[in-house]
Each structure stands twice: as C-alpha cells, then as structure tokens.
C-alpha cells in the first residue's frame, strides 16, 4: 500500500511538475508573441512619424505658394482697411472710446504685421508647408473672428 501511495505520489509530482513546466513554456512563448507584437507596432509608430516629418517640411509648389499668397494678402488688405475704417469712425463719431476699445484696434494692427512678417519670412525659407499653412489659415481665422468681435462691440 505504502508502494503504491509513493508511485502515485511520484506519478502526481512528474505530472505537476510536466504541468507547471509546459505553462510556463506556453507563458514564456506568449510574452514572447507579445514582445513582437510590440516591437513591430513600435517600428510603424516610428515609420508613421518619419511620414509626417516628411510631409510637414513638403515644400509648396509655385503655384500653390502664388494662390495662398494672393488669397492671404488680399484676406490681410480687407482686415486693414477694416480697421482703418474703424479708426476713422472712432475720431469722426464725437464719441469718446475706451482705451479698452483703442487697446484692441492696436492689438489687431500688430496681428496684422506678425501675419505679414510671417508670411514674408515662408517665402524666404519654404520649409514645412502644411505646418505653415494650416497655422497660418488658423491665425487668419481667429483675425477675422477678433475682428467681427471688435464691431460687435462698437455696434452695442
């Protein structure tokens, strides 16, 4: 009897001990699995960004440059004369504004000139055009929103 309980404790401790060494072999070859999922995910992370290095300093073609120029320029003539326009009024009107209400009209003026001096330091370098130009199309956007800002203001 006693024979038998130690070759069933002997067969029972191979067998756990089988167990125990094919899971760890399965686990061992699961983190590796994972390893390599990783590491490729990793590489196309890298590709990915290198793409986007790439595609942020394309350069913009001669007509593309010709037509987002002429289009900001003409943007920047319109907001120019907007403000000149509101200068005018505030010294004809007899109305005494606000140094708030003067403070922005000067703001938008300096927007202007850091949008012109932009603009002018691009077509000197050329490097990273559609940074540039979303950037650029953003600053233009928010010009124009500050300025629709500025008249609501004075209509009120």
Known sequence: MMRNAKITLIVA?????GTIFTGCDQTS???QAAQERYDKAELDLKEA????????EKIATSDEWDAF????EIKISEYEIRIKALRAQMRKSGKT???LYENKIE???LKIADLKARMDNYDK???GWEKFKREFNHDMDEMG???KDLTVDNKN
């Open 13 to 17: 401790t191979a067998i756990l001990g």
């Open 29 to 31: 070859k699961k983190e």
């Open 49 to 56: 960004r290198v793409e986007s290095d790439i595609e942020a």
């Open 69 to 72: 120029k002429t289009e900001s």
């Open 97 to 99: 504004f606000d140094a």
């Open 107 to 109: 703001k938008l003026e």
């Open 125 to 127: 370098n050329q490097s």
């Open 145 to 147: 929103e500050a300025m």
